[in-house]
């Protein structure tokens, strides 16, 4: 029942898609489910699952009765854009989902394909003569108050209830009705859930997705590439493509392995369509923090014009600047030239040319891609090509790895068995990963390839079983956790996997998983359980994840275990509480936050939000590091 949460659509429910530029790439998505479950989200160049962040002010009710159910839905045409000139066309689909049966009907035929077919835009039923109101440049105003008592025992000096009040605001002005300016003034994410916690055994960053409303709205226009923000991999399962565009730059400043808050004092936003151009203008002053480094006040600009052509094919410019870059000294600045190519319904290329500009630096700060994609429902074919110069760093984005040279290609085969022989089993799917990788000098430091078969049954469960041999350089001295480090070499990888996924329509659900294998000069067992739900009722869901890895090497023996636990009790589509806790045996921290959110009226929220840390390592109780009571309400203002 909560809005926007991914069980919305796990369960029955009925969707509508509104292509309204009807440029066959990006639309708005509106879902209801029986008790009256929510999830609306904006479409950008129909990658699923959207942008559930865009909460639009729409009404909607569902009703029960003895044979099924009913939705009714009023959506208001300045909750949408769209281009100007009455007797518009629209593209348009709805999907009516049965999930006991595993079943979705559309009102246009969709070739099938691995993705989710509400968002293939390009294959949408057309809606004509709609007459849109005139014009009006549309205004929104949501100011908002926050007080706030926090603890932070680590800090020098240390606070202890510290009371705090703030305010600011958010505007939205719609100068015209498809380009719309945003401007924020002392911006405050007090209210977003932390972030998820992940076991690292890599030598490389972890990446962690953006959770606050201000950047996730019209997040997919700055998409560069064909790699995306919203997910950390942009390639065939290595996640090496460079974003150069990363919001999370903005506002948090990284000390160590945590990430401190930086106040933004304020920013401004400009995005929409002109004709078959999208634009994204966005300009963010951020405060200094000189608790967490030194870091300095700095201005982040960003500029993105993408050119649609065909019917499933564009070409855009991205620049990516900060007035201070991350070495302290100087400007920063990220550019480059991307295009994607739609052939067919499933067939796509990708590809980009890209440099960054650092003080100091004049050569290897290049990179580009190439990708070539076939995503068919029975046969799906890639390959890629994919180079990082040694110093190319885009400082508004996020870079995982750098100084290489990537070859990766993936062959797939998902056929369709008949009924009469395989009754239980929808689809089996065989599948096969390359990927060589070398550095700037011509050494190979990665080379990976894994076969995996799954089988997916009618009831939507899967079954996957992967083999994995792999080889991995290390250059440097590798410190995989405390008191062990792994020498310099050449290391060779063999790993068993399985996953077992249960449908979403039971009650218990998620994925059981175990694999083992050599690892680096020892071996690892690995257990876990992930995307865990526990349905009690309607309105009390569980949400329990689990991973642990047991690893022996010559140079030591260590466990990592990673426990979380969510737990969300729905008062009703407008109001939840959430809980989430967290503990990480080799970070030797246990974490929680509370959350409750309810939205009294269409667009304006209130929240009550309470998060602590504690350190493990004392004996008895968990010694508390900090602490947090934070106290929000906005409104929503329309004239």
Do not use: C
Not at 15 to 27: E, I, Q
Not at 290 to 304: E, K, L, M
Not at 413 to 434: A, I, L, N, W
Not at 589 to 617: A, M
């Amino acid at each position: 029942m909560r809005r926007d949460n991914t069980n919305v659509v796990r369960n029955e429910n009925v969707a509508l898609m509104f292509d309204t530029y009807y440029d066959h790439r990006n639309g708005f998505v509106f879902e209801l489910s029986p008790i009256g479950g929510v999830y609306d989200a904006s479409v950008t160049n129909e990658r699923s699952p959207g942008n559930p962040e865009w909460n639009p002010v729409w009404e909607r009710k569902a009703g029960r009765f003895e044979h099924g159910w009913t939705a009714e839905m009023a959506i208001p045409f300045t909750s949408l854009r769209y281009k100007p000139g009455s007797g518009q066309v629209w593209g348009f689909n709805m999907r009516r989902t049965v999930r006991w049966k595993n079943e979705e009907s559309f009102i246009t035929r969709i070739v099938p394909n691995p993705g989710s077919p509400l968002f293939q835009v390009s294959q949408e039923a057309v809606l004509v003569g709609i007459e849109v109101p005139s014009s009006s440049r549309n205004l929104e105003l949501k100011p908002y108050g926050i007080s706030s008592l926090r603890a932070d025992r680590r800090s020098t000096p240390a606070v202890l209830n510290e009371g705090n009040a703030d305010a600011g605001f958010d505007l939205k002005y719609g100068l015209t009705q498809n380009l719309t300016a945003d401007f924020t003034y002392n911006t405050d994410f007090a209210q977003v859930e932390v972030d998820e916690q992940q076991v690292n055994l890599t030598r490389f960053t972890l990446f962690f997705p953006e959770k606050r409303e201000f950047f996730l709205e019209g997040q997919g226009i700055y998409d560069f590439g064909g790699a995306s923000s919203s997910a950390s991999s942009g390639s065939t399962g290595s996640g090496l493509t460079p974003l150069l565009f990363f919001s999370r730059r903005i506002g948090l400043n990284q000390v160590g392995t945590q990430n401190r808050v930086v106040p933004i004092n304020a920013g401004g936003r400009l995005t929409g369509k002109i004709g078959r151009t999208t634009i994204g203008l966005l300009n963010v002053y951020a405060a200094d923090d000189p608790i967490g480094g030194g870091a300095p006040s700095t201005d982040f600009s960003v500029i993105r014009v993408r050119r649609d052509f065909f019917r499933r094919s564009s070409v855009g410019l991205l620049f990516t600047g900060r007035s201070v870059s991350t070495a302290g000294s100087g400007a920063s600045d990220s550019y480059g030239v991307d295009t994607t190519i739609g052939l067919k319904t499933n067939l796509a290329i990708n590809a980009y040319a890209a440099a960054t500009r650092a003080p100091g630096v004049s050569t290897e700060d290049t990179s580009y891609r190439g990708d070539f994609n076939y995503n068919a429902d029975r046969y799906g074919l890639e390959f890629e090509r994919l180079v990082v110069g040694t110093h190319f760093n885009p400082d508004v984005g996020f870079l995982r790895r750098a100084g290489f040279q990537s070859n990766s290609a993936l062959l797939r085969f998902s056929p369709r068995p008949g009924r009469d022989r395989f009754k239980r089993v929808r689809r089996f799917t065989y599948q096969t990963d390359f990927g060589y990788l070398t550095n700037s000098a011509g050494r190979l430091e990665t080379r990976t390839a894994d076969a995996q078969f799954g089988t997916e049954f009618q009831n939507s469960d899967r079954l996957n079983v992967t083999y994995l041999r792999s080889y991995e350089y290390l250059p440097a001295p590798f410190a995989i956790a405390a008191g062990v480090r792994i020498p310099i070499g050449g290391y060779a990888f063999q790993e068993g996997r399985a996953t077992m996924s249960f449908g979403n329509q039971r009650r218990v659900s998620g994925s059981l998983s175990g694999g083992y294998g050599t690892f680096y000069d020892g071996h690892r067992t690995t257990a876990g359980y992930s995307g865990g739900r526990i349905q009690l009722n309607p309105r009390f869901t569980v949400e329990p994840n689990l991973s642990v890895n047991w690893i022996t090497l010559p140079e030591g023996q260590f466990t990592t275990r990673l426990v979380s636990e969510r737990t969300t009790f729905t008062l009703s589509p407008f109001a939840f509480i959430s809980g989430l806790v967290q503990y990480n045996l080799g970070a030797t921290s246990l974490g929680s936050n509370v959350r409750f959110r309810w939205e009294y009226r269409p667009g304006s929220e209130l929240f009550v939000v309470y998060t602590d840390e504690r350190d493990t390592v004392t004996r008895g109780f968990p010694d508390l590091k900090n602490r947090a009571l934070v106290v929000k309400i906005n409104r929503l203002l329309r004239p």
